[in-house]
Each structure stands twice: as structure tokens, then as C-alpha cells.
């Protein structure tokens, strides 16, 4: 060590021990305390940083003691990976393994059960969507469509004009009554009404929307078609032109929903002469009915005597 260099050394000794720092790390380079320094501190962030958590934690979060808010994009992996039991559902029924059924059905209504209450609203205060949660909602609405309606009363006959994004036309057996297959299938068709009625542009959503606003569209036809009364189908009529609406958004975006769009008008327009053709004969056949009636109303006014002069010869 040069003369200097051992000055410099002791120097820095003697300013440490009047400052009561431990001679040995003033001793140390400067520069080589400042990394180790350095290198302490990420050594402390690095065991401060939690693990992430998995796909299996998210699995067994319901048999926690406490309830655990995951992103909004484990909720849209689960959800899509329900939507793979939906289609293997579809290839167990030609085997006929029905339980399979309400297995994935369970699977469903437990992905909606277990949302925390911070994920059932899709909209911040600010006004902002989460569309990752929004895709997620969506995806388990169609899922619901999906598996119910081949199963319920909702028949094929007079949609099965639209035939994009939808499955073939083919009833299966019920696993419950078809009436709460029914149920099902509108529950999730009113939510997708609700996901389109949310505040912002509709374009600014996934474009596998249209797929899921044609499958409300479907339900909403056949239920109009087959189960409301005429004259009580006021709140459908408006679904339906809710779905068609959307869909008039997208057509100007995206190819596929003006072809579709075209599909679901084509049906809506050949229910509604339907509707009106049958109410107008309905009406017809009242009208003839009052007046059969009126005419026995006023015979029973007309005094017995009066009949009597009629059959006397």
C-alpha cells in the first residue's frame, strides 16, 4: 500500500471511531459498501414479494377460512374453461351420459355463486368497464344457452333461420323438467340483454359478442314464438329489438353480424305477420262469437208468449 493510500485509510479509521462506527467498515471501499448496500435492499424486496397465486389456489379458494378476490382474468380462464366442459358435454350425449349434464351445470351456477361481490359489478364509479370481467360474464351467460336450450321448450322450428353462431337444431332429453331448462335459458338471456344495456360503445367490446348477443336473440325469438300470449309480449318484443339493435352496431364493423343481422330480422319479421295474422283471426272469430251471443242474450228477453204465437198454428 502506498504512503498515501495507508493516510487516506487511517484518516477515514480515525473519522469512523469518533463517529462510533465500527472500524472494519470504514475500511471498506466505499463504493463496494454502496453495492452491497444495494444488493441487501433487493435481497429485502425479494422476500417481501409474495408468490402469485395459481390456478389451483383459485380452485380450492372456496374451503378457505376467508374469501380471497382474484383478478378479473382468473375469473374469464375459468369461465372458458367451463365452456370446454359445455362442448364435451355436447359429444357425451350421443352416449347418453345425462349426469354429465348437471355436472357442468353445477360448475356454472357455482362460477356465478362464488363471485365476490367486487366482480358482479362490471362498472367502476368512473364509468370505466372491465371488459375482461365483461367477457367473463359473457362467456358463462352463453355456456348457460348452450347446454339448456337443447333441453327445454324453447324449440328449433321457427328459428332455424339463424343458423351462425348458434348449435343445429336437434331437442335432447331433459336432466330436470323442461320448464326449468326454459328458465335457465332466459335468466341468461335477460343477463346478456343486461350486458348490452351497459353504459359505453358496444364496439369497444370483444367482437365474440355477436356470437352471444345472436344466441339471446334465438332464445328471445322461440319464446316469443311458442310461450307468450298474444297482447302480453310487449317486454320481449323490446328484447328483441334490443338484440337486433346490437347487432345493427356491429354489422357496421364487423362482416359476420350483418349477415347475421340479416338472419334474425328475416325470423323476427316472419313471427311478427305470424302474430298478426292469427290475431286478426282471432279477432274475427270473437267478433262472430258476440254477436252468436247477443242474439241468445236478447232471446232470453223476449217474453215466452211471443213464442207461442210462433209454433201456434
Known sequence: ?????????????????????????????PKERKKEKKQEKTNTYAQQIPYPPTLQDYDDSSFLAHAFTFSSFTYL?????????????????????????????????NWRLHLPASKMELVSNDGHIDEVLFQAHMVNAGS????????SNLGFGRVEGVNICVQPGQVLL??????????????SAENISALIRLPGNLIKHTPLF?????????????YWSFLVPDGQDDIIKQSIRLDVG??????????????????????????????????IHLWSNLHQGDVIRGVIEEGREVPTQQYAQLIAP
Open 1 to 29: 500500500m502506498r504512503s498515501s493510500d495507508l493516510h487516506v485509510t487511517l484518516d477515514r479509521v480515525m473519522t469512523c471511531m469518533s463517529n462510533l462506527i465500527y472500524p472494519a467498515e470504514c475500511i471498506v471501499d
Open 210 to 222: 355477436t356470437c352471444v348477443v345472436v344466441m339471446a336473440s334465438v332464445v328471445h325469438l322461440s
Open 246 to 279: 346490437t347487432l345493427q352496431q356491429y354489422s357496421n364493423t364487423w362482416p359476420i353480424a350483418n349477415v347475421v343481422l340479416g338472419q334474425v330480422r328475416g325470423v323476427a319479421h316472419t313471427l311478427f305477420n305470424s302474430k298478426k295474422a292469427m290475431s
Open 144 to 151: 348457460t344457452i348452450m347446454l339448456h336450450r337443447p333441453r
Open 77 to 109: 380462464i375459468d369461465a372458458i374453461r367451463i365452456l370446454g366442459k359445455v362442448f364435451e358435454t355436447a359429444r357425451l350425449d350421443s352416449t347418453f351420459e345425462y349426469h354429465a349434464v348437471d355436472v357442468v351445470d353445477q360448475y356454472l351456477c
Open 174 to 187: 331433459p336432466t330436470q323438467t323442461r320448464e326449468i331448462h326454459t328458465a335457465k335459458c332466459l335468466t
